[in-house]
């Protein structure tokens, strides 16, 4: 059986289905496999936007109770547990198995690690259209309208249940293709374009890395990858910060906006961190920046008599008497 859900904005959408709050939920990324049409190249960790598939995929479920990785261990921007399959090799369905024996909670995503553009807000509309839903999973769809069964979510107990099934028949899982899973599922689909992208090629690499530089994505991809690196989890107000940057060029000089956005991550660090901590040192910041402007824009001279100062030479409380050098 299958249903169809409404695409949202492509490979970002906004929240779960139909206003559900978050699930709680477990997270299996795949990724083992051979690469072969990338010549058997370790494709995890293939670097797209200076950093690895699988820390890119990882930060889209971010949010997982638990996040199993089956492959064999290797640094991860997050952690992790690990898992392997049995045999090693064995395909996607021994991988699955061997990666929900970690899991507890009700609903799992279901990952592979070479999906460039998966945000965290498509994983969380996957889990709401799951719950909100009765299917046993929600899965994307290609540009081709082809099922990406490794972009998904998923109730635990019917993958369990349907897992044991197969092994039952079949004597084990190693060997078997997914579909032998998700035919037996009742699923429903989303259409994404960008976030059921994945890179099976190097063209595929390829077009990943350029579209990532493209104006309207170069700064949000920049500033996840730095977040990324230096192990933050906080919500940037790039545009907060943009401006504030640029009142710190025109109104003090160029070198201003770099040394004083440093400053005020440097204040909201001391102040205990988090948005709130930011956003304060940015206003304080900002306000400092356009009294600094005033001073050295302003238009309005003494009077004849010498008597009014120019009007940025006073602070807002401020009256001519109060100056220190008032008569």
């Known amino acids: ?11 970002a959408a906004t929240g779960p289905a139909h206003g559900a709050g978050p699930a709680r939920y477990d997270a299996v990324v795949l990724a083992g496999g051979a690469a072969r049409r ?4 370790d494709k ?3 670097r797209v936007g200076g950093r690895p598939l699988l820390d890119r995929v990882l930060a889209a479920c971010a949010t997982a109770r638990t996040t199993v990785v089956v492959a064999v261990p290797r640094p991860t921007a997050r952690p992790v547990a690990w898992a392997r399959e049995d045999p090693p090799g064995g395909g996607p369905l021994a991988a699955l198995d ?8 009700e609903y799992v995503a279901v990952l592979s690690a070479d999906l460039p553009f998966l945000q965290e807000p498509t994983v969380a509309r996957l889990l709401g259209a799951l719950r909100a839903s009765g299917s046993d999973g929600v899965l994307l769809t290609d540009p081709q309208g082809r099922d990406q069964p490794l972009v998904a979510a998923y109730r635990a107990s019917r993958l369990r249940e349907e897992l044991g099934r197969l092994t039952d028949r079949h004597g084990a899982l190693a060997g078997l293709p997914l579909r032998r899973l998700t035919a037996e599922l009742n699923l429903t689909r989303i259409s994404d374009p960008v976030a059921s992208f994945d890179c099976d090629t190097w063209d595929d690499i390829a077009t990943a890395r350029a579209r990532i530089r493209e104006h309207g994505h170069v700064l949000d991809e920049w500033i996840s990858a730095v977040k990324d690196e230096l192990g933050l989890d906080l919500d940037v107000d790039t545009r907060g910060l943009l401006d504030l940057a640029r009142d710190a060029a025109h109104g003090v000089a160029r070198p201003a906006a770099p040394l004083t956005t440093f400053l005020v991550g440097y204040a909201a660090a001391q102040a205990g961190g988090g948005p709130e901590a930011v956003a ?3 206003r304080k910041a900002a306000a400092l920046a356009e009294r600094w402007a005033q001073e050295s824009t302003s238009e309005d001279g003494p009077s004849a008599d010498g008597s009014h100062p120019p009007q940025g030479d006073l602070a807002p409380d401020a009256t001519p008497d109060s100056r220190p050098d008032a008569g």
């Open 1 to 11: 059986m299958t249903a169809y859900e409404s695409p949202g904005e492509p490979g």
């Open 38 to 41: 990338l010549g058997g190249t």
């Open 98 to 105: 061997a990666g929900l024996r970690h899991t507890a909670a």
């Open 44 to 46: 995890p960790g293939v």
């Open 280 to 282: 304060e040192a940015a």
